[in-house]
């Protein structure tokens, strides 16, 4: 997922919820993948659309999302389109599965669907990427195709990558005397002292935090950063490896650097985020891990920030443009997988993120902000939206933000495919939390972790098989 407060984040499937989903679907009685389907088995995808598209967890409820919607919702006449705008929620789709009325078409968070495929309730989509004629990975980024891959097979279609990056304040760098190549995140120990420079307390309670990495919802990319990772290339958890150990060590160090982490959390909770007295107006944060939506946040308040933004860096020196992100994904019992198919690829093609782009634009006028671009998932849409409508705002604070977060595209990455990847994602936040609060160190929190991920794993077709 995205950096913190993810505003597409979704329900994870419980465990209780798989059994459920596992035991009404016939496909996972053996543990393998059913097979896609026109009408629900055959493997077909049509051209010929007609009937109803029922399509759950897609709203369309900004100029984007609507702009997107318009154009695929042309595309499948004259089928048409029913929309269940509502978040996917796994108890709901377990109750349609099990009555046998699923959506045709779901969008779900890229983490899910691994899980989703192996239990058989989604369809793989090579062939419907072939009918319409596209090669996921020249269309999406690799990354992102990356995460809704299982068995060799695609499942699903990538919407958005919105990678992470470094917001920082000048002013209170300036007052603490750091300047913007100590944010350099090759170098932890160097993290750590300007943490401690900006930091600032009264009354015993943060003031001023000086470095937020955001955790736990960033772990798995400081994982990263250090080598590590939460899995390896099968999907099997990896959580206790001696990278990771590092990784968490450093971010332990880095909050009791700067008061806690329960004391970082509960100063971070009383901060006005989205509002006009966010952290950067009143000067509460040296620097943050943040996803690219956010510089559309701090666009509301231009006239009262001093920001510069620094490309989050491996320990060899190298940017990493970590994602997460929604995709639609076909059910294997959806009565209407052809024009599922069709809509899911034209929502997601040049032409509709063009639309999009031309929309945000509007309204970008209209409210007198800065163009920040649309990072959709696709590099050839990101550069044509670029190209068309992100030009110089006037603000060369901002258009520097949005130079770096662009340059976060070039190498991208994201947390991986594994149909335990809810659990695997759940065992690496508890263990962060638990090391963090100090209750346990970072190489017994991560290695009940993994415990708890194995057993997930071993769960699997994929684990039972490896």
């Not at 308040?301 to 920001?307: E, F, N």
Request: with cysteine; glycine share 8%; proline share 5%.
């Amino acid at each position: 997922m995205p950096a913190h407060r993810n505003m597409s984040a979704v329900a994870a499937l419980s465990v209780s919820v798989l059994l459920a989903l596992t035991g009404c679907n016939p496909a996972a009685n053996s543990g393998g993948s059913a097979a896609p389907s026109s009408s629900g088995g055959t493997g077909a995808f049509s051209k010929d659309q007609s009937g109803t598209l029922k399509t759950s967890g897609y709203n369309p409820s900004d100029e984007v999302g609507k702009a997107r919607s318009d154009l695929a919702t042309q595309a499948v006449a004259p089928a048409e389109v029913s929309m269940d705008t509502t978040n996917f929620d796994a108890q709901k789709f377990a109750a349609q599965a099990a009555s046998g009325q699923v959506p045709d078409l779901i969008q779900v968070d890229r983490s899910m669907v691994p899980t989703l495929a192996d239990k058989g309730l989604i369809q793989p989509l090579d062939a419907c990427f072939s009918l319409w004629g596209v090669t996921p990975n020249d269309q999406y980024y690799p990354a992102a195709v990356k995460s809704v891959t299982y068995k060799d097979k695609v499942y699903a279609v990538p919407q958005f990558f919105q990678t992470s990056m470094l917001i920082a304040d000048k002013t209170v760098m300036q007052a603490a005397g750091v300047t913007e190549d100590q944010l350099d995140t090759s170098k932890p120990d160097q993290i750590i002292a300007a943490a401690q420079k900006m930091y600032k307390a009264s009354g015993g309670k943060p003031s001023v935090i000086g470095f937020d990495p955001d955790l736990p919802g960033s772990a798995d990319l400081w994982l990263q950063v250090f080598g590590g990772n939460a899995m390896d290339g099968d999907g099997k958890p990896t959580l206790d490896n001696g990278d990771n150990v590092k990784a968490l060590t450093w971010m332990k160090q880095l909050m009791d650097a700067q008061g806690g982490y329960a004391a970082i959390k509960s100063f971070k909770d009383s901060m006005d985020v989205f509002g006009n007295q966010n952290q950067y107006v009143k000067h509460q944060v040296g620097a943050q891990t943040w996803a690219q939506w956010y510089i559309n946040v701090l666009s509301n308040t231009k006239g009262d920030v001093s920001v510069v933004g620094a490309p989050i860096k491996t320990l060899q020196g190298k940017p990493i443009g970590y994602a997460g992100g929604a995709s639609l994904a076909i059910p294997t019992a959806a009565k209407n997988p052809s024009a599922a198919c069709a809509w899911a690829i034209k929502a997601t093609s040049l032409d509709a993120w063009k639309a999009a782009g031309d929309a945000r634009a509007q309204t970008v006028q209209k409210k007198n902000s800065i163009n920040t671009g649309l990072f959709t998932g696709s590099p050839a849409a990101d550069k044509a939206v670029r190209d068309a409508h992100v030009t110089p705002s006037g603000n060369a604070d901002f258009d520097q933000l949005i130079k770096t977060s662009y340059s976060t595209l070039d190498n991208t990455a994201s947390f991986g495919s594994s149909p335990a990847g809810q659990t695997i994602k759940d065992s690496l936040a508890n263990a962060v939390a638990v090391a963090l609060s100090g209750e346990k160190d970072p190489t017994a929190a991560l290695k009940d972790a993994q415990d708890t991920a194995m057993r997930a794993w071993q769960q699997t077709s994929a684990g039972q098989n490896h």
